[in-house]
Structures are given as structure tokens and as C-alpha cells.
């Protein structure tokens, strides 16, 4: 018996020592002896952002396509394997290679089937031309990886960012959920999570002169409502309009300088060949350093030993020749290839334009950060931006206490009147109940939301109804007056606890439901309520008979006040 007392008093104990951590204020000197772990406050009651991300999986794909392109051409080099033409179709996504006899093309086809098998196919051949493009099991895959990647790189700037339970979840097949309970400069949250930070490395085609390429830009700026200033959206607008100008497989883009005078910007045309020859996937970290000469703050780039190759071969074939990197379409630098930079010391650095130090110094770290934490696959726009005030959330939470100080006073007011000393008891058990419920909660970090709150209250009305049983029971069993008081109260626990099991278990199982299939919102309602019935049942079944108990074994009981 006492073993048992002893266990209500230690879970009791437990209890406030875990909820201590969320009770305290966050500057109070004792929480450094305490656990760390507390209840985190969602975003209703926090306040925080609420974003929906669209993910342009067509970028992907296209991304995705530009590598194999650029490693055909290398496995038709080392196989020896001359073709007359291959070219890139960016409208169609696919690539075309024409041979110049029907043996190199079967010689291909092997090739294809023992290099790059379920992940490219001939769609068709028209005489010695052949149309590769992305075989439609690995192109769904793509889109598939490229969402689920997109939604762990966020993740990782997120808590890098320093958001303590965050909710990032995928909506749909293009759509990414972000919600950040109590962030600070929603500004730069948003600028973090939703920047692409797409790195690319092109090579620039020098068969037109920037003068005639400023003509072109020119004749189509009004009708494409490009500006300096301008967006990725607009770039590619712009580029729609020239492509009929353009040689075939190139595209324009530009470097944004700032005139050290006017402090306007000033933008550098450049012709690039479209295909993409390396991307920030070949990336193996990101740091920020000083540039020697000017001292400006700019960000080093290493790449893997995969990456690194890759760099090397594409500087082996290209000595002479500008290589640009751009970061979201905007060329960033355009450094000339002087010579092969070997895989042992491959990298390169991304220097930052505009702004005072401390600016450039910010958006270096941030930079240094999205490209650490990954490149996004694919292009992201936000199609949702919704900010949750503090102020909302701490009314949420006065309005959240006050209702359930006032419903818990009129439950233990009821159950005192009504049941008596018997009522009082109940009462104990529920404000046990209450205590390890949040006691739980805090141990395993869960977020409070008000559909969380709603999860309690109705846990904490169950508990009600458990005693509620028992009492009635014990009562029916009082007025038989067959037994003795202590069989009156374990007849009256045995005949009630199979309707409180079986309401508990059918109300446990919708709650698993509801975390299984729910999101957000439903998430969190769920997870109170399945920790709640677990508590509620320990409480009211067990704890509150452990009392009676002991209260039978320690005093002479002639009449029990219910």
C-alpha cells in the first residue's frame, strides 16, 4: 500500500519539476538546475509567420536534365563516340544527337542502356537523329525528391535560424507549409526560407559583342516591363521575347554593378550558353571570409570530391573563356578560365555588390547559411504570407487561462457539493490528471496551440465523466446494502472501469487518426487528447482507488461522504 501511495506522490513530484521550466521566467536564475525541455506555444498563442510555398518543379527537371546533358557529352568523349551535332531543346526538355552513321547510333543506344538506364530514354530516332529525354518514372521521381528536399533544405535554414518547433509540411504535390512560432524579424525569416539561393555555373558565349546585346535588351525592355532592378520572373520574360534574336541554346542575363558615384544600378550584359555546367548540389560547404584586396566581406565555396571533378574537367575544356556563376539567374562574377584548376584545390568565391559593410556582412551570412544548408532544387514563390501578431497571441492565451480557471473552478465547486468529501477526492485526482498531462507535454517538447487547449479541456471533462461513473457506481452499490464499505468501492471500480476503458480506447483511436491524417491544427488537438486519455485513465482508475485504499487500511471507515 505504501509502495503505491508513494508512486501518486513521486509521478506528482515529477510532474512539477518538469513543468517548472515553463513556468518560470525565461531570465529566472533557477532554470539553469533545471531540465530544459518545456512547452513550446504554437503560433496562435505565440504569434510567428505563416507561409505557403510553391516549389517550380519544371526548374528541376530542366536542372536535372542540364547534368545529363553535360555527362552524355563526356561519356560520348571517352567512348570515342563522334557525333555530328548534339544539342540541348530547352522547349521540349529533351536532347538531340545526330550521328553520322548507324553504327555510332547503335554504339549510343548501348551506351544509353548500360550508363544511364531508367533515367534516360530515345523517345524517338528520324534517321540519324536521335531525341533523349528524361524517362517519366525518374522524371516523377525527380519532381517528387526535389519537394521532399526542398521541404528538409527550409528545414535546416530554419533551425539554423534558431525557431524552436517549427511546422514545415508538404500541401499537395508544389506546395510547402511553413509556420515559425514567435519569430522576431519576420522580414529576414522570410528572405531566408523563401531565397532559391539556386547557384549555377554557365559558360558565356562570345558570339555577340555586349553592345549589340544592350541593342536587343533595348528593343524589348519597354514591351517586357524589364527594369535594372529587375526580378528572375522578368528575366525570363525578357528572354522569351529575345529568343528569336538569340543564337540557339544561349539566354541573357546580367551582373548588377553599382555606379560609385550615383550609388544607381548599372547592369552588365552577358550571353550564356543555357545549359547549366555546374550546380550548388556539387557544393560541400560555404563561409564567409574578407576579400584581401578590397577587404569586402564575400563568401568562399568548396566543393565535394564529385563536384570538384566536375570543376575540373569543365576548366580543362575551357581555358581562356568566361565561366559565370549566378545565384537565382543573376550573375554574381564572371571570372575568365586562365587555366585547369585541379580537383585537389577546387572552389570559388561569391563577392557581394552593394551596400555598407554591415550590409554585406549580413547578407554574406545569410548566403553562406541558404548555400550550407543547401541550394533550394528548385526555384520557390511565396503564394501565402500571413503574419500572427504577439499581441493576438497573448490575448489567445489570457482568454485560453481564464476559461480554464473558470471551467476547472466550477467542476471542482460541482464535484465538491455534489459528491461530497468523495467529490473532494475526485477533485485531487483531476488536478493530478491536469499536472501529468502537462508534465508530459513539456517532456516531450510539444507545441500548445488553442486546438491543443480544446484537446485538454476535453480530456479534463472525461476525467470528470471517469468519476463521475465510479461515484454513481459506488453509490447504486451503497444503497444495495449487501456488502461491506471496502467491497462497495472495488464493486463500484470493477463495474465502471470496463465503460471507462471503453469509452477511452474508441476516443484513443480517433485521436491516432486524427495525428496520422491530420495536419497543423488537427496535429496539435490530437496530441493533447491522446496524452490526455493516457493520463485520465492512470489518474482515475488507478490513483483515485490507490486513495480509498489506503484511506480504508489507515482509518476505522463506517461511512464514506458521498
Not at 543506344?109 to 533523349?132: C, H, M, P, Q
Request: with cysteine; proline share 4%.
Amino acid at each position: 500500500m505504501r509502495i503505491k501511495l508513494a508512486t501518486i506522490w513521486i509521478t506528482l513530484l515529477i510532474s512539477l519539476f518538469l513543468l517548472l521550466p515553463s513556468m518560470l521566467p525565461e531570465n529566472s536564475p533557477l532554470l539553469r538546475f533545471l531540465p530544459g525541455k518545456k512547452i513550446n506555444l504554437g503560433l496562435d498563442l505565440r504569434g510567428g509567420i505563416h507561409v505557403v510555398l510553391g516549389v517550380e518543379i519544371q526548374k528541376a527537371l530542366d536542372v536535372e536534365l542540364d547534368k545529363f546533358f553535360v555527362d552524355l557529352q563526356n561519356r560520348l568523349a571517352e567512348k570515342q563516340i563522334v557525333v555530328s551535332k548534339i544539342e540541348r531543346l530547352h522547349a521540349e526538355r529533351a536532347i538531340a544527337i545526330t550521328f553520322r552513321s548507324d553504327q555510332d547510333e547503335k554504339t549510343f543506344e548501348k551506351l544509353l542502356k548500360d550508363d544511364f538506364y531508367n533515367v534516360l530514354n530515345i523517345s524517338n530516332i528520324n534517321g540519324l537523329t536521335a531525341r533523349v529525354i528524361l524517362e517519366p518514372t525518374h522524371e516523377k521521381y525527380i519532381a517528387t525528391m526535389s519537394l521532399e528536399q526542398a521541404r528538409e533544405i527550409i528545414r535546416n535554414r530554419v533551425d539554423e535560424f534558431g525557431v524552436a518547433e517549427p511546422i514545415i509540411q508538404l500541401q499537395g504535390s508544389d506546395r510547402i507549409l511553413v509556420q515559425l512560432p514567435g519569430v522576431q524579424d519576420p522580414e529576414r525569416a522570410l528572405q531566408l526560407i523563401g531565397r532559391t539561393a539556386l547557384l549555377e555555373f554557365k559558360l558565356v558565349d562570345d558570339s555577340l559583342p555586349p553592345a549589340q546585346i544592350d541593342a536587343l535588351v533595348e528593343k524589348f525592355r519597354v514591351q517586357t516591363g524589364f527594369k535594372n532592378n529587375f526580378t528572375k520572373a522578368e528575366l525570363d520574360k525578357l528572354n522569351a521575347a529575345l529568343k528569336k534574336d538569340l543564337p540557339a541554346g544561349t539566354e541573357v542575363s546580367f551582373e548588377k554593378v553599382s555606379d560609385p558615384r550615383s550609388k544607381d544600378i548599372i547592369l552588365r550584359p552577358y550571353l550564356l550558353r543555357s545549359t547549366t555546367v555546374l550546380t550548388g548540389a556539387a557544393l560541400e560547404d560555404a563561409r564567409v571570409t574578407v576579400e584581401q584586396t578590397s577587404q569586402r566581406p564575400q563568401v568562399s565555396l568548396k566543393f565535394s570530391k564529385a563536384g570538384a571533378e566536375s570543376f575540373e574537367k569543365i576548366t580543362e575544356g575551357n581555358v581562356g573563356k568566361l565561366l559565370a556563376i549566378l545565384l537565382d539567374g543573376v550573375v554574381v562574377s564572371a571570372p575568365v578560365i586562365r587555366e585547369r584548376i585541379p580537383a585537389l584545390s577546387a572552389g570559388a568565391t561569391v563577392s557581394l555588390g552593394r551596400g555598407t559593410r554591415k550590409q554585406m556582412q549580413q547578407e554574406a551570412k545569410d548566403l553562406a547559411l541558404v548555400l550550407r544548408s543547401g541550394a533550394l532544387p528548385a526555384p520557390v514563390e511565396i503564394l501565402e504570407n500571413r503574419t500572427v501578431g504577439a499581441s493576438l497571441g497573448d490575448e489567445s492565451i489570457d482568454k485560453g487561462k481564464f476559461s480554464g480557471i473558470l471551467g476547472s473552478l466550477l467542476v471542482i465547486l460541482f464535484m465538491a457539493i455534489y459528491y461530497r468529501w468523495s467529490g473532494v477526492l475526485a477533485d485531487v485526482v483531476l488536478v493530478v490528471h491536469i499536472f501529468m498531462l502537462l508534465a508530459f507535454m513539456a517532456l516531450f517538447q510539444a507545441t500548445l496551440t488553442m486546438p491543443g487547449i480544446a484537446g485538454i479541456v476535453l480530456t479534463v471533462g472525461m476525467g470528470v465523466d471517469a468519476n463521475v461513473i465510479i461515484l454513481e457506481r459506488i453509490r447504486e452499490e451503497l444503497r444495495s446494502g449487501k456488502r461491506r464499505l471496502g467491497a462497495v468501492v472495488e464493486a463500484g471500480y470493477d463495474e465502471a472501469h470496463r465503460a471507462i476503458f471503453d469509452s477511452n480506447l474508441t476516443t484513443l483511436l480517433s485521436g491516432f487518426i486524427l495525428y496520422q491524417f491530420g495536419s497543423g491544427p488537427i496535429k496539435g488537438f490530437a496530441v493533447t487528447l491522446i496524452a490526455g486519455i493516457i493520463c485520465n485513465y492512470i489518474a482515475a482508475v488507478w490513483f483515485s482507488r490507490w486513495i480509498y485504499e489506503w484511506y480504508f487500511s489507515r482509518f476505522q471507515v463506517n461511512k464514506l461522504s458521498i
